[in-house]
């Protein structure tokens, strides 16, 4: 029998991990005779595009491996929802058209287990599949892999590619800190992290150091309304004791009324109906000149030199989801560890189900594997406890230390040539595809 992985969602540094795992396992062990790849996800999957993973040699997977991103491709399609009998006739057929070319798929190039990787959406998707395989009796056994830099996949302690992402930021924000200090000028930093509805990226921040004390001076998270006027207070007051600041936001900052603080003027949506995030460092940059230009020729007690205050809006952007030369090692071997337990569930019989990763609570940091109901995280996020923050909301406690401490550690050897990664390229693919 055979088995097929695909990737969705966006990239990580460390998602091709989770395929070789599986791919690793299919070799050791027996009952998987091939592993076939999708590219481009289910959307791929549904064209034809499959290649076959079993022919890659050692050395061609220990590059994919090291290299940053979905190496299989990656799509933002949603498959339609499952109306069995409902009075959407229309709906029923289009349901039927797409399920019963995914499925004629699977059969032909006897698929016994299919293996995708990625966030809610993604869980939501293999839900689907699974669902459709059960009301039609298929074989097939369908498991989730957890994947999201933004680390808000329901019923798993972390998710792999968090681990990488926050390490990567906690250490721009240290390199930031001391490129701050130069200079004898008043500063503010502005950083936009990723996270959506779940600030669990920006929450890392807590654990950059410019020396021996906090390199962050305020952290706004989106599980917290977010109020204007007590931010711009907040960094007068920061200003008033020291001279340089840095601020992390989450770029899903939502106001007390549930509108994004950035302007949703001029940004699109994506396949799935969500905002294409950005934009809030920027605007409150913006509001901070306004508030210290207001100071200048207003006597409110407030030191008069802000008026000259530099402020600065940094967005990381795309960078701190793919930097594998910052990967943390623990995530990247719990990637590939997530894949190699899902190839095990499935040869198992396991099926409609996701891995999940359980900390123990003993010292020091172990991971166990286990598996929940695909439909236990489809859908769902977790966000920030509120007890991690502080009282005021513009920071997080010390404790959450405890939480990401573990998961940055380690560095990942790169191979090289000549100064330069050897990352997997177009050409490991072949643009073959053994389906048509």
Avoid at 240 to 265: M, P
Avoid at 288 to 301: C, E
Avoid at 332 to 358: K, P, R, T, W
Avoid at 397 to 410: A, M
Wanted: with cysteine; aromatic share 10%; hydrophobic share 35%.
């Amino acid at each position: 029998m055979n088995a097929l992985v695909a990737q969705s969602g966006g990239p990580t540094a460390v998602i091709n991990g989770s395929v070789f795992g599986i791919l690793e396992g299919a070799i050791m062990t027996e009952g998987i005779d091939k592993v076939y790849g999708g590219i481009n996800g289910i959307e791929g999957i549904m064209s034809g595009q499959i290649i076959d993973l079993t022919e890659w040699d050692g050395k061609k997977r220990t590059t994919f491996l090291y290299s940053p991103s979905s190496g299989l491709g990656s799509c933002r399609y949603k498959l339609p929802d499952i109306n069995r009998d409902g009075p959407d006739l229309d709906g029923l057929e289009v349901m039927n058209q797409e399920y019963h070319r995914i499925f004629t798929i699977l059969e032909d190039y006897e698929i016994a287990c299919f293996f995708y990787i990625g966030g809610n959406d993604s869980m939501d998707t293999i839900y689907k599949l699974s669902e459709y395989g059960r009301w039609i009796g298929s074989p097939i056994r369908f498991i989730g892999i957890p994947k999201t830099v933004d680390n808000d996949l329901y019923g798993t302690d972390h998710c792999p590619g968090y681990g990488s992402a926050a390490k990567y930021i906690i250490r721009s924000i240290m390199e930031m800190a001391h490129d701050a200090n130069v200079y004898p000028q008043k500063s503010v930093h502005i950083v936009e992290v990723m996270g959506r509805h779940a600030g669990w990226l920006a929450a890392a921040t807590v654990m950059a150091r410019y020396g021996t004390k906090r390199a962050v001076d305020l952290i706004y998270l989106p599980e917290l309304p977010f109020s204007l006027s007590r931010f711009l207070h907040d960094v007068e007051v920061k200003l008033k004791r020291k001279s340089h600041v840095i601020v992390v936001v989450s770029e899903g900052l939502r106001k007390s009324n549930g509108e994004f603080v950035a302007s949703e003027e001029g940004h699109e949506s994506d396949r799935f109906g969500y905002r294409k995030m950005g934009g809030v460092a920027t605007y409150l940059a913006q509001e901070l000149k306004v508030s210290f230009h207001q100071s200048k020729s207003q006597v409110n007690g407030l030191d008069q030199s802000l008026s000259s205050c530099k402020v600065v809006a940094v967005e990381l952007g795309i960078l701190q989801r793919g930097s594998i030369y910052h990967a943390s090692r623990t995530d990247l071997y719990e990637a590939v560890n997530c894949g190699y337990h899902g190839l095990l569930f499935a040869l198992q019989g396991i099926s409609g189900q996701m891995v999940v990763m359980d900390r123990e609570p003993d010292q020091p940091y172990h991971i166990h594997y286990r598996h929940i109901p695909i439909e236990e995280a489809a859908g769902k996020e977790k966000t920030v406890p509120r007890e991690l923050i502080n009282q005021r909301g513009n920071h997080m406690k010390e404790n959450f230390l405890d939480y990401i401490r573990p998961l940055i550690q380690g560095n990942v050897e790169i191979p090289e040539k000549e100064g330069l990664p050897l990352f997997i390229g177009d050409e490991a693919l072949n643009n073959h595809y053994v389906y048509k």
